[in-house]
């Protein structure tokens, strides 16, 4: 059996998922997405189905920028495999970049519940799909509608962020791990970046490996691109698949 459960990052929501979804649940993947619960969606958080005791199945947590921390701890150690898309173990880098970083993410943490707050997550938005453009008006009530408990949530998953300076609790040192990362990435510095797959390194008792996509931002969505994640997990599953003689 095949599963993957995905969280998705700060101010977004399950519907994200809805391309990968497509992708996987065609060739026998079990999806199951977690929502945080920012919008009028109610928290959800899964759990593996598959027998743990059973050799020959694979977990995949896919986690994208901060879900890689928001993520169950129990889901994240009995994964077999975890993909991390333009993830970080700490976010506000250790350079001369952080300052303006700090002023920008307090900025932010300043507009939520306010009326400044629509503006602030559709500025968020759209920074975090370029270079790929998002029709924010048509999406404001996925996109901009917080509700009370999601406001709350925003902030507390905010401070998270800006303190965040470690690999995600969780993760098991026997996990398989892919980097994907995005080029275009407005939202997670370069050097961050770097931080994590350092970390990992340091960590895992297999090097990651790392996939670099040269067409999207911060948020994927296109196709050909899940289809690259998707082809690294099927490989490495028949793989698994063959017995030794």
């Not at 977990?59 to 993830?87: D, F, Y």
């Not at 800006?162 to 995600?168: F, G, K």
Request: hydrophobic share 35%.
């Amino acid at each position: 059996m095949k599963e993957i459960i995905a969280m998705h990052g700060w101010g977004g929501d399950s519907n994200q998922w809805s391309n990968w979804i497509d992708c996987f649940q065609c060739c026998d993947w079990k999806w199951q997405s977690v929502e945080r619960g920012y919008k009028d969606i109610g928290p959800s958080t899964p759990g593996w189905h598959n027998d743990l005791e059973q050799t020959g199945l694979k977990r995949v947590a896919i986690c994208h920028s901060l879900g890689s921390h928001l993520i169950e701890k129990e889901v994240l150690s009995l994964a077999t495999h975890v993909v991390l898309i333009n993830s970080f173990s700490r976010f506000i880098p250790s350079s001369k970049e952080n300052r303006s970083i700090k002023i920008a993410l307090n900025k932010m943490m300043n507009a939520i519940n306010t009326p400044n707050e629509p503006f602030m997550l559709e500025k968020f938005h759209i920074k975090a799909h370029k270079p790929n453009k998002i029709n924010v008006e048509s999406n404001a009530s996925n996109l901009l509608r917080t509700s009370k408990l999601g406001k709350l949530r925003l902030k507390n998953d905010l401070k998270l962020l800006m303190n965040s300076d470690s690999l995600p609790i969780g993760l098991n040192t026997y996990t398989k791990v892919l980097i994907v990362n995005s080029k275009n990435d407005y939202i997670v510095a370069n050097q961050t970046k770097e931080k994590l797959a350092e970390d990992l390194k340091n960590y895992l008792e297999k090097e990651p490996a790392i996939i670099n996509l040269q067409d999207e931002g911060h948020a994927i969505s296109k196709i050909k691109n899940i289809k690259k994640i998707k082809h690294w997990l099927e490989l490495d599953h028949a793989k698994n698949m063959v017995q030794p003689s």
